[in-house]
């Protein structure tokens, strides 16, 4: 997908929404565990209710690779029903690979060429010749770890040095590999004050912005401080949304939860 | 594997081999490829040729992935052979993962109740939370990154900080985190003057040292700057190996490179 493509998806369903598909045989409801493949049957009810209201959908792939061969399989079908819609929903494997380039090569055949995903998360210790590989295709995406929404983020990411953090200097250092039209980066929502920073650092890229909702990233604040012209912002809500409802409901409380999570982004969509 | 059991099995075969099984279809003997599954055949065969030399197996989960659900399935049939000899040798899946707690403890799933491995490759960046998850399987590994033998290593990981590199503050946290029975550090063959600083920074882990061979690392340099009372070192080569020939000779060539790779480490091990 390009960036004028996902700048018109954002203008056009005013959201800036990505549901994150972290789907848990645990947790999903007990009445679809009779289906033949319920994470799929979970995740297409999820895609089918929320379709005109998020532009980008992530499956967290290690839900899927938990489950094995059989979860391979479901996210493969997931990515197959996503990639019906196209021109509706931009799509992140949210994978946080990264390798030497030789190997990197073969993650990106994984994501671009085996499952057709618009975009791959990536994680920037091992550095250029591991972020490259995922560049080379066309109209993909990487989207590299910047600042991550965890605790462990304080480890290492805020380390200074020459009077820049560590995540700064990946920010900086990236845009050399990438413009706004290939690289996204990670910036969790549980740091509006640095995500406002980074803004600075590299006005025109996206972020993916992952944390509201169950981590407490609060999505108004978040606009405030990372939105930019082209909107600017991939926000992440999982378990909040998909989980909403344990019921026979849950498609259409997930509906509801995403309603009112795109609610506080509407007013900053030009 | 319990440490003591990984050192005995060094001293046993007087080796510190370790072969990764990077199979690539383009690059097996075309021979195999009339196998229904000429990717585990081709494991097989060179698992079965090196057994008695390598003290550890170590598939690259990309070069699998990247062939979709058969290279899943591949991967499995691999595992589950190699630990049909899990008294034999030390397995690592490396795969670089590392997530946020909550999804870090489903790759640990992944790899450690699906797939059973004794270790997993996971990348630092995302801190504690990221990691500390797979330390709470017995007897099971985490190989953490620490320096790599890759030309991106430089982008990041020398980044120095009140006196220390990015990578050696990597190595003394981790330590927090788990001792040497259970947490090892990748550091790689193409370094060793940094191998041996890092040796005194963490006298008694298990380094695993990818590099040697096609990335130009050699072996003796490494043994004199890496080896301690354990052995120490799990030193890794790859394609010089399990592409020692094209033909139907390559399980014979694989061994006597196998073999050819251990000799410069056994006058090292005591």
């Known amino acids: 997908m390009t960036l004028d493509h996902l700048t018109t998806l954002i203008r056009r369903k005013k959201s800036m929404l990505c549901v994150g598909l972290d789907t848990d045989l645990k947790l999903i409801p007990q009445h679809l565990l009779a289906e033949e493949d319920p994470v799929f049957e979970f995740n297409k009810a999820i895609i089918d209710a929320t379709l005109d209201i998020a532009v980008a959908y992530k499956p967290n792939i290690a839900f899927y690779e938990a489950m094995g061969i059989k979860g391979w399989q479901s996210l493969e079908k997931t990515i197959q029903y996503l990639n019906q819609f196209k021109d509706e929903a931009f799509t992140i494997a949210d994978a946080k690979r990264g390798d030497i380039g030789n190997t990197s090569?073969?993650?990106?055949?994984?994501?671009?060429?085996?499952?057709?995903?618009?975009?791959?998360?990536?994680?920037?210790?091992?550095?250029?010749?591991?972020?490259?590989?995922?560049l080379e295709y066309k109209d993909k995406w990487v989207i590299l770890l910047g600042?991550?929404?965890?605790?462990?983020?304080?480890?290492?990411?805020?380390?200074e040095s020459g009077g820049r953090r560590l995540y700064e200097r990946v920010i900086l250092k990236a845009q050399e590999w990438g413009g706004p039209d290939r690289l996204m980066y990670v910036v969790g929502a549980t740091h509006p004050a640095e995500l406002k920073a980074i803004r600075a650092l590299a006005p025109d890229h996206f972020f993916l912005v992952p944390g509201v909702g169950a981590q407490g990233g609060d999505v108004r604040e978040i606009c405030e401080?990372?939105?930019?012209?082209?909107?600017?912002?991939?926000?992440?809500?999982?378990?909040?949304?998909?989980?909403?409802?344990?019921?026979?409901?849950?498609?259409?409380?997930?509906?509801?939860?995403?309603?009112?999570?795109?609610?506080?982004?509407?007013?900053?969509?030009?």
């Open 105 to 134: 090569k073969m993650y990106a055949k994984s994501f671009f060429e085996w499952l057709d995903f618009d975009s791959v998360t990536v994680a920037p210790y091992m550095g250029e010749d591991s972020v490259t590989p995922f």
């Open 225 to 270: 401080a990372g939105v930019n012209k082209y909107g600017g912002l991939l926000i992440n809500s999982a378990r909040q949304i998909i989980y909403a409802s344990g019921g026979t409901d849950f498609a259409e409380k997930a509906r509801e939860m995403a309603l009112a999570t795109r609610e506080p982004m509407m007013p900053y969509i030009s």
């Open 147 to 159: 600042l991550t929404s965890n605790r462990g983020s304080k480890d290492f990411q805020f380390t």
